[in-house]
């Protein structure tokens, strides 16, 4: 091995001296770090950078979010009016719920139980699809009363609100009001699309350490992959817990 | 030019390229195409990012020859727009933001902290592909039509006034920002993580230092540029309406998310270059930076107060007059760590024993160029004179001045300092000293009228102009074929070299990071031994006692 004569020296050698001397390195630490710790440190701080790098590409719709909500406020509470707080709550419900789900696939795969992650997972995965069906179900409704932006946006239910049973019984916008409504459907479809992008690359990475999962990859002794997978997960999750009350909850006290 | 030099190599009549390196551990295409090693992923990125230069030096060639004469003659109007969109494109996204970092900073910051690699090799790779799509993207882009926005994408001019290929343009930067971030990432992990023992913070070399702090700035920032962009397409392509005026959309904000990348993003392609003049510096006038520790939070002050001045882009675009005064004042702050690095290489130089090999020659031209680029930007964050110098040839000349007469510069002074190390042989001396000084002559032929120019009102992105400024943009056309040429020699001496160039050894400069203590080309594990840092940076006493001791050792086992 061209890896035992590397090791010679330094500090931060003794882990892997000591592994050495066990009869060789793990299977999973990779040729360029000293010890386990190391790689360790190293791949989870990068997936907080990660993160980090997500937090900056919300951020930056948040942003847009709040200037326009400042601006346009009346418009915003009118557009926040239209979306159904129930599947909004149910589906904040079952997000959460699969986060927890998420973290006991983790602490099943530290215990090195096969089976209870895999439940774990296919009960995470499960949750997300029904979440992404409630939000499917949602945007149909959305077409069908002419509320996605672009030629065939209709302002019938902002400037005539009883003509629409969701927005009944408010007071009607003046035209050049309800016009900003439009902003608002358009932030809350790229916003929600944003986060439904982010979850079905997550079923898809879920599929993939379900796939692993079977073979036992994860449940022996190594488990960092689905470590960083769930702060993904729980990252997707949290972005949710802001979209919630930011779109659905503008006004309802 | 004096003769004195630091260069010692080895006996040429015995010494040979070491039989085991990273070069020849293993052949064929795909053990480069899908290569971890940190070394041969800074080879592909060199290789690629000179080809997406010379493209878009070849553009830079065409606008300068349509402007050698006052009428639109080699080119319609839309061709030139297209042509100079597409120059700052592929310069800024594929050249200028990966030069150093992708390239020496892949290759050398593992080797300069003692580390064998990269933290995440695999993502390394994959920044190197991501770059490709995106790069590959933006030229079937500019071959199927082209895009006429600037490349600032700037709206609603880019999301209602024209119909070119502005969603495949706008889709290629996003993904070459992946590529940028996911390589910022990674060295941001690597000098946390991957440190030999003693390498303390205040031991890492200052390019170290200068690519962290590039690397925050690419952590931070692209994503923001990654919205940005979404919001036009999505505009363009759904008209979603979010910076559109009529639907009460606000086409500032645009600018504000774009410039909120796209300032910093100077930063990240001038720090890594400052990180490459501090090595050099040091080692031609063998002394230790001058006040090192300065010189190191200079970078990441840069890197921070980069974070605020974004809307000195926007001074006449209708921002408030508040916003102006306290933009301006920030941007000025900018000015004081710059000058202490500038200040400081002056010191290091200071009672040193320099001498002049050509990576030291592209250091000064780095240094002057860039102090009139930098004094030039202060002009610029001035409200008063902003508002008669923009949209003129003056910013034109000032960001030509930092970017390639300070980044371009610094490049190459990287490439011919460590092309020894990477491919353990010489360039030739005397040519490149000339193609050095040659470039300096170019460059200022080229872009000093420009700021005369732009002092006299021409207006920059225009394909015509009236005929009294014609004598200036003559000037500035030659100059741009001699530093042309300038650029060619590099390409051409450097090839031969691989080849028929000097034997360089371990060490040819004599210098103290720990890249220089492995051999040429090195192991693809870069180090025999694990390294261990017992001494400061730039220690060039410790260097001495070192082949002093190893001489010793020679001459005992002779005897």
């Known amino acids: 091995m061209q890896d035992s004569a590397v090791v010679a020296q330094g500090a931060r050698n003794a882990a892997a001296m000591a592994d050495h001397a066990h009869g060789g390195h793990p299977t999973y630490l990779l040729h360029h770090f000293n010890s386990v710790e190391q790689q360790a440190d190293a791949s989870s701080f990068a997936m907080w950078l990660f993160l980090l790098t997500e937090v900056m590409f919300f951020g930056g719709m948040f942003v847009v979010y709040l200037i326009y909500r400042n601006w346009y406020y009346p418009a915003f509470v009118a557009g926040s009016r239209q979306l159904n707080v129930a599947l909004g709550g149910i589906n904040s419900a079952l997000l959460i719920t699969s986060s927890f789900t998420m973290t006991l696939a983790v602490w099943n795969a530290r215990m090195r139980r096969k089976g209870g992650m895999i439940l774990c997972l296919v009960l995470t995965f499960a949750l997300g699809a029904v979440f992404l069906g409630v939000k499917g179900a949602e945007y149909k409704e959305k077409f069908e009363k002419h509320h996605v932006p672009g030629e065939h946006y209709s302002l019938q239910s902002f400037l005539n609100p009883d003509s629409d049973p969701a927005a009944a019984g408010t007071r009607p916008l003046p035209l050049d009001e309800a016009r900003h409504t439009e902003l608002f459907f358009s932030l809350y479809f790229a916003m929600t699309g944003m986060h439904a992008l982010h979850m079905i690359i997550g079923m898809g990475l879920m599929a993939y350490i379900l796939f692993r999962a079977r073979g036992g990859a994860y449940t022996a002794g190594h488990t960092a992959f689905v470590e960083y997978f769930g702060m993904y997960w729980h990252f997707v999750d949290i972005v949710w817990i802001f979209l919630f009350p930011l779109l659905y909850l503008i006004n309802r006290h | ?559």
């Open chain 2, 1 to 559: 030019m004096s003769t004195s030099t630091i260069v010692r190599l080895p006996d040429q009549s015995t010494a040979r390229i070491p039989k085991d390196n990273f070069i020849t551990r293993e052949n064929g295409l795909l053990s480069w195409l899908l290569t971890r090693d940190h070394k041969r992923i800074g080879i592909l990125y060199l290789i690629s990012i000179t080809f997406f230069f010379f493209i878009g030096g070849a553009l830079a060639g065409l606008i300068r020859l349509e402007l050698l004469t006052p009428q639109t003659d080699l080119m319609a109007v839309d061709t030139y727009n297209k042509v100079f969109t597409m120059h700052g494109v592929i310069m800024i996204f594929f050249f200028l933001v990966p030069s150093v970092p992708a390239t020496l900073g892949n290759f050398f910051l593992p080797m300069m902290i003692g580390a064998k690699d990269l933290a995440l090799p695999r993502v390394n790779l994959l920044s190197w592909y991501l770059y490709m799509a995106g790069g590959i993207l933006a030229l079937y882009a500019m071959i199927t039509g082209g895009v006429d926005t600037g490349w600032t994408f700037t709206t609603p001019l880019s999301t209602h006034y024209v119909n070119t290929n502005v969603i495949t343009t706008g889709l290629a930067i996003f993904i070459a920002g992946f590529s940028s971030i996911f390589t910022g990432l990674n060295f941001i992990v690597t000098i946390h993580k991957m440190r030999a023992p003693g390498m303390t913070w205040f031991r890492l070399p200052l390019f170290v230092w200068a690519n962290y702090a590039a690397s925050i700035l690419m952590v931070l920032g692209t994503p923001v540029l990654a919205v940005a962009l979404v919001l036009v397409v999505l505009e363009r392509a759904f008209g979603i309406g979010v910076f559109d005026p009529a639907r009460g959309g606000d086409p500032l904000l645009f600018q504000h998310l774009f410039w909120f990348y796209s300032h910093p993003a100077v930063y990240i392609m001038i720090l890594p270059g400052m990180g490459v003049i501090s090595e050099v510096i040091s080692t031609f006038s063998r002394k230790r930076v001058f006040g090192y520790t300065a010189v190191a939070f200079s970078s990441v002050a840069i890197a921070v107060f980069g974070f605020f001045v974004w809307a000195h882009h926007m001074f006449i675009m209708g921002v408030s007059n508040y916003a102006v005064l306290v933009f301006s004042l920030l941007t000025m702050l900018v000015a004081v760590p710059s000058a202490i690095k500038i200040f400081n290489w002056t010191f290091t130089l200071y009672k040193g024993s320099i001498t002049f090999e050509t990576p030291i020659l592209y250091a000064f031209g780095f240094m002057g160029l860039f102090t009139i680029g930098g004094m030039t930007g202060v002009f610029l964050g001035t409200s008063g004179t902003d508002i008669h110098l923009t949209e003129t040839y003056f910013i034109v000349a000032h960001f030509h001045f930092v970017m390639v007469g300070g980044m371009l510069m610094a490049f190459l002074a990287g490439i011919h300092f460590w092309w020894p190390k990477m491919t353990g042989r010489m360039y030739p001396e005397k040519i490149s000293q000339f193609a050095a000084v040659v470039t300096f002559i170019g460059f200022n032929l080229t872009f000093f009228p420009q700021f005369i120019l732009g002092t006299l009102g021409m207006p920059r992105r225009y394909a015509s102009y009236p005929p009294e400024f014609q004598i200036l943009n003559v000037f500035s056309t030659a100059g741009a074929t001699i530093l042309g040429v300038g650029y060619l020699l590099p390409i051409l001496y450097l090839t031969w070299s691989l080849r028929y160039g000097a034997i360089a050894g371990d060490n040819p400069w004599q210098a103290t990071g720990l890249e220089w203590q492995s051999q040429s080309p090195p192991l693809t594990e870069n180090f025999t031994v694990m390294p261990v840092m017992d001494h400061e940076a730039y220690d060039y006493e410790w260097l001495e006692q070192q082949q002093e001791r190893e001489n010793q050792k020679e001459v005992a086992s002779a005897g």
